[in-house]
């Protein structure tokens, strides 16, 4: 299936419970104006309001993943960003500023530069082509970063590294990006969809709940100073998921599934096992 969100913006589906949202600008190299930006945020929100969709993944067509900020539309009033003094409401390129509630891939090839890296920043990993250049490239023209990218920079690869970035603008190719852990998998050119979505069926495929638990938890409570309230907090964020699927996963596994790394499914929710409904979580 396949769903248009304005004329660049395209999300399409299979049957794995992936949903893949496809910018395709090409004469802009995929670069980001208003109404792009909001056409990629509806995207994001029909992801995130469909449950069967369970993984994401992000793709930039036509050999680059995101030039950025299309910088002909800030002196366009009627593409012009979403831009306020108190950096409230959407982020300009989009969906930046969204707290997902579910994992999304960034399938990179060619450039994830400025704008676009802090789209790619924004979701969960980064499957990267072997030519593909990454770097805060709006350095060289005078733009912040404001979709996210002083945030979780930091968080994704520690805060030296990210002001060696920030402040540089430098391009970053395959192999730092990847010993540097802003890339999570290195793939051949040609192939970070392909590789993006078989990453995130995988993701789909496991038990929802445990797995959204510790997504939710590392998001929210690792950069916690207070370590015994982020251990607490990670404590109540995974305790419904023992009940609502982890009973039922180990009595599968005790009985013989799963051994040596095969699939046990569970994606799309399964079952309770024999006896699991005598087992009730605490009020």
């Known amino acids: 299936m396949s769903e248009r969100f304005g004329p660049y913006v395209t999300l399409e589906t299979r049957t ?4 893949t949202i496809v910018l395709d600008r090409p004469e802009r190299k995929n670069a980001v104006d208003g109404p792009t930006a909001m056409a990629l945020s509806a995207a994001f929100a029909r992801f995130e309001a469909q449950p069967d969709w369970r993984a994401g993944v992000l793709f930039g067509a036509g050999g680059t993943f995101c030039a950025g900020a299309d910088l002909t539309a800030l002196s366009d009033e009627q593409r012009r960003h979403s831009l ?12 930046t500023r969204m707290l997902l509630g579910k994992p999304v891939v960034a399938a990179i090839a060619g450039h994830a530069v400025a704008g676009g890296l802090e789209l790619a920043a924004m979701c969960d990993l980064r499957v990267i082509e072997e030519d593909a250049v990454l770097g805060v490239f709006c350095r060289r023209v005078g733009i912040p970063l404001i979709d996210g990218g002083t945030i979780r920079l930091p968080r994704l690869i520690g805060l030296s590294r990210a ?20 890339a999570n998998r290195v793939v051949p050119k040609g192939a970070a969809r392909e590789a993006a979505e078989t990453l995130a069926a995988q993701l789909a495929a496991f038990p929802q709940a445990a797995l959204l638990a510790d997504r939710r938890s ?6 916690l100073n207070d370590m015994a309230e982020a251990l607490r907090r990670e404590g109540a964020g995974g305790y419904r998921a023992v009940f609502d699927e982890g009973i039922v996963g180990a009595a599968r596994f005790a009985a013989g599934a799963g051994r040596h790394g095969g699939a046990m499914g569970g994606g799309e929710g399964e079952g309770r096992s024999e006896g699991s409904d005598n087992i009730k979580p605490r009020p």
């Open 84 to 95: 306020t003094p108190d950096g409230d409401g959407p982020g300009p390129m989009g969906p």
């Open 163 to 182: 002001l060696d970035l920030i402040l540089t603008g430098r391009p970053v190719d395959a192999a730092e990006a990847l010993a540097i852990g802003l």
């Open 218 to 223: 590392a998001i929210e409570n690792s950069a």
């Open 16 to 19: 794995d419970g992936v949903a």
